[in-house]
Structures are given as C-alpha cells and as structure tokens.
C-alpha cells in the first residue's frame, strides 16, 4: 500500500492486512476464546460457520492454544491471553501486525515466550511485525531494525545487532 495515495475508501481494505495486537490484550470476558475470534471474523464479513471455525483452530495452533478454544478469557493466564490477541491478530492472515507494548504486562518468562512467538510469526509466515516498547532489554535482548521516536519526532533509526 502506499500510504500517501490513501483514502477512506481504501481504509477498509488496508484494515484487511493489517493485524492489532494490544498491550490490555482487549478481550470480551463475557464469551471463551472461540466465539471472541469468531465474533472478529463475523464483523470482518465471515458467515460460513465451518470456514470459520477451521480459521479459528488454524490461529490458536499457530500461537500454541489448540485446546483452549473452550476456556474463558478470565480463566487465562496473561501470557495466554496475549497469545489470543496475537491469534486475533492472524485472523484476516494480515501482511502486518501492529504490536503495541505487548510484553508489557508480562513477567519476565511470559515475554520472551511472546516475544519468539511474534518472531516465529515474522520468519515462518512472512508477516512483518511493527513492536512499540519502552523495554530497553526487549530491545537488547532481540535485536532487530528499531526508530527511536520522541516528541512525534524520528531521533534514531538503526539496526540493533549482538
């Protein structure tokens, strides 16, 4: 997509490809794993209920929850409930997902498993992952091409290496 040529009828579709994860993972307490990933798909204009729910065991194996379709979001440990964001992200299997601060409310442990969970993502099915973190050892810890903003404004823009 080229940005500068985009207009408001073209939103819709650049939504298509593009994937949110989101640091409060943003999940509907009121429904288990499954129907908060068919309800995405359902307002993204899927209606054939197989197709669906074949998507939706395809996603929660890419992010290692194959049987926890069933478990509601509130009985779930943070990390799990990061890997279903990260597994609503895929839904729409989007050219780029947008990940804001999502190792934020983690431990330690829990991030790095996000963390080689969004590389696997990138490396095994070509889809680019844009991180915002304040987490220096993030940073250090899995080097990659990182701009460093401040005031709206570009300051750095390198790639980090060992």
Excluded: C
Excluded at 120 to 133: E, F, K, L, N
Excluded at 138 to 145: E, F, L, T
């Amino acid at each position: 997509y080229n940005l500068r040529d985009l207009t408001w009828k073209t939103v819709p579709y650049l939504r298509r490809n593009l994937g949110v994860v989101f640091q409060d993972f943003q999940l509907l307490t009121d429904r288990n794993v499954n129907n908060n990933l068919k309800f995405v798909l359902k307002a993204t204009g899927w209606k054939d209920e197989k197709l669906m729910d074949e998507k939706i065991a395809d996603v929660l194996d890419k992010v290692g929850l194959k049987s926890k379709g069933f478990k509601m979001t509130y009985e779930m440990s943070g990390g799990e409930q990061q890997r279903v964001d990260i597994a609503r992200a895929l839904l729409n299997s989007p050219k780029l997902i947008l990940a804001d601060e999502p190792t934020g409310n983690l431990d330690p442990e829990t991030s790095d498993e996000i963390m080689n969970l969004l590389i696997h993502i990138a490396r095994d099915y070509g889809t680019s992952v844009v991180m915002a973190t304040h987490d220096y050892i993030v940073i250090q810890k899995y080097p990659a091409r990182m701009v460093r903003t401040e005031g709206g404004r570009v300051i750095d823009n390198a790639t980090i290496v060992h």
